[in-house]
């Protein structure tokens, strides 16, 4: 590994909520955030808190296709992706407009399609994503994250939620689970107390950060912890 990757032991982890949820009528702060993980094409994303309005962010691969490089000129069509998100373990009906896709980092944000053209669909994923809480982004913006074991977690496709350790770079996160198919675009939480989520789960070992992979407008937007 390079040298400004945080290490973490490859022991097994506790999560906080193991904790938590010891206690009687507290919330498990996952399973608070487990609405937020929806489903985008053949595979998962979440929901993400911004300070207007909701977006989903996603992997570049769960797109059926990537949108042409023309920028401000492009049409609505060709932009928007009809019936790609759903709840988990349903068909997708909801249709959505591509706000930013990165191929390289494997990122890619979707947000509300054109309410002007396409009313109908525009009031479904407004509809859609107000009945999902939005997860906050880890913040931490310097190159590597703090030495030490950070734990991490991710909801499987059983739908339960699985700790493990964590090597945050600049670039990428590391984990000591492997994924399975079909669980690209899943949040990987950082902080599983306030369920912040540091990178999303691509179908190598190596996971985008999203703090270093968004564009700056886009993060100016994001509720960051």
Avoid at 122 to 133: G, L
Avoid at 150 to 158: I, Q, Y
Avoid at 183 to 208: E, N, Q
Wanted: aromatic share 6%.
């Amino acid at each position: 590994m390079s040298e400004d990757t945080t290490h973490a032991e490859l022991v097994e982890p506790k999560c906080d909520t193991q904790r938590l949820t010891q206690v009687p009528g507290a919330i498990n702060p996952l399973e608070y955030a487990k609405s937020s993980v929806i489903r985008v094409g053949d595979g998962r994303g979440f929901v993400a808190q911004t300070v207007d309005k909701p977006v989903i962010i996603t992997c570049a691969h769960c797109l059926p296709h990537m949108p042409p490089a023309i920028g401000g000129i492009m049409m609505t069509e060709e932009r928007t992706y009809p019936r790609l998100v759903g709840m988990l373990g349903d068909e997708p009906t909801i249709t959505v407009e591509c706000l930013f896709v990165d191929p390289v980092a494997d990122v890619a944000v979707l947000g509300e399609p054109d309410g002007h053209e396409l009313e109908d669909e525009s009031e479904a994923y407004r509809a859609f994503v107000e009945e999902r809480e939005g997860l906050p982004i880890a913040a931490e913006q310097n190159a590597a994250l703090p030495p030490g074991n950070r734990k991490g977690a991710w909801l499987t496709l059983e739908g339960k939620w699985v700790c493990h350790s964590l090597d945050v770079n600049a670039r990428y996160v590391w984990t000591s689970e492997r994924c399975e198919a079909g669980m690209s675009g899943s949040p990987i939480i950082l902080d599983t107390v306030r369920g912040t989520v540091v990178g999303v789960v691509a179908s190598t070992a190596f996971h985008p950060r999203l703090v270093t992979s968004l564009p700056a407008w886009l993060l100016r937007e994001l509720v960051m912890r």
